[in-house]
């Protein structure tokens, strides 16, 4: 029921488009799995072979450390309305934060977020679908506005102390480069 895929195809980013809900899979090679899921506006497709996301301030950071330990990332995108599917992205991930020279470059790909935390580009390696019968129907009501009106109200300043505070070690204590060392 599955298929492989080298490289996105038409029909595959067609379909990524129109999502608004994905999920980012990683793991170092020791502790937890991290699985987050992700929404608003934070997803590119920059070619056949390499899309990215636009992290936010978030209670964690397990992404960033998982991905400076080893680069190894699953994002899965699900439809929930007429037509079943299940898409996975496999690949190798980097990880751009804003104090990096692509940053600028990527950043003006998206929204403008205040908390936007870092940028992940993922080199994929396999593209897999599956049929997706078993995932329910859900209707979308809205994007949630609770992350965003946080970050605003706490401003750059209080983004930077939340991101020393909570931000810096994963939860197996593994740092997450979100400060520059």
Same mark, same amino acid.
């Given at each position: 029921? =599955?298929?492989? !895929?080298?490289?996105?195809? +038409?029909? $595959?980013?067609?379909? *990524? %488009?129109?999502?608004?809900?994905?999920?980012?899979? /990683?793991?170092?090679?020791?502790?937890?799995?991290?699985?987050?899921?992700?929404?608003?506006? @934070?997803?590119?497709?920059?070619?056949?072979? /390499?899309?990215?996301?636009?992290?936010?301030?978030?209670?964690?950071?397990?992404? &960033?450390? $998982?991905?400076?330990?080893? #680069?190894?990332?699953?994002?899965?995108?699900? =439809?929930?309305?007429?037509?079943?599917?299940?898409?996975?992205?496999? #690949? %190798? &991930?980097?990880?751009? +934060?804003?104090?990096?020279?692509?940053?600028?470059?990527?950043?003006?790909?998206?929204?403008?977020?205040? #908390?936007?935390? %870092?940028? !992940? @580009?993922?080199?994929?390696?396999?593209?897999? /679908? =599956?049929?997706?019968? &078993?995932?329910?129907?859900?209707?979308?009501? #809205?994007?949630?506005?609770?992350? /965003?009106?946080?970050?605003?109200? +706490?401003?750059? =300043?209080? *983004?930077? $102390?939340?991101?020393?505070?909570?931000?810096?070690? @994963?939860?197996?204590? *593994?740092?997450?480069?979100? !400060?520059?060392?």
């Amino acid at each position: 029921m =599955s298929e492989k !895929f080298e490289k996105l195809e +038409h029909s $595959h980013k067609a379909f *990524i %488009q129109k999502q608004q809900l994905y999920f980012v899979g /990683t793991a170092s090679t020791e502790g937890y799995v991290n699985l987050s899921p992700k929404g608003l506006d @934070s997803f590119r497709i920059l070619d056949d072979s /390499t899309v990215a996301w636009l992290n936010l301030t978030g209670s964690g950071n397990e992404t &960033a450390a $998982h991905v400076l330990e080893n #680069g190894r990332m699953t994002l899965m995108f699900c =439809s929930f309305d007429k037509q079943p599917l299940i898409m996975r992205l496999y #690949g %190798q &991930a980097t990880v751009v +934060h804003p104090r990096d020279k692509r940053w600028t470059e990527l950043a003006a790909l998206f929204p403008s977020y205040t #908390g936007a935390r %870092q940028i !992940f @580009s993922l080199d994929l390696a396999l593209v897999q /679908t =599956s049929c997706g019968y &078993a995932v329910p129907y859900f209707r979308l009501e #809205g994007e949630r506005p609770t992350l /965003t009106k946080w970050a605003d109200r +706490h401003g750059e =300043s209080g *983004i930077s $102390h939340y991101w020393k505070e909570n931000n810096t070690k @994963s939860i197996n204590g *593994i740092d997450t480069g979100i !400060f520059k060392k």
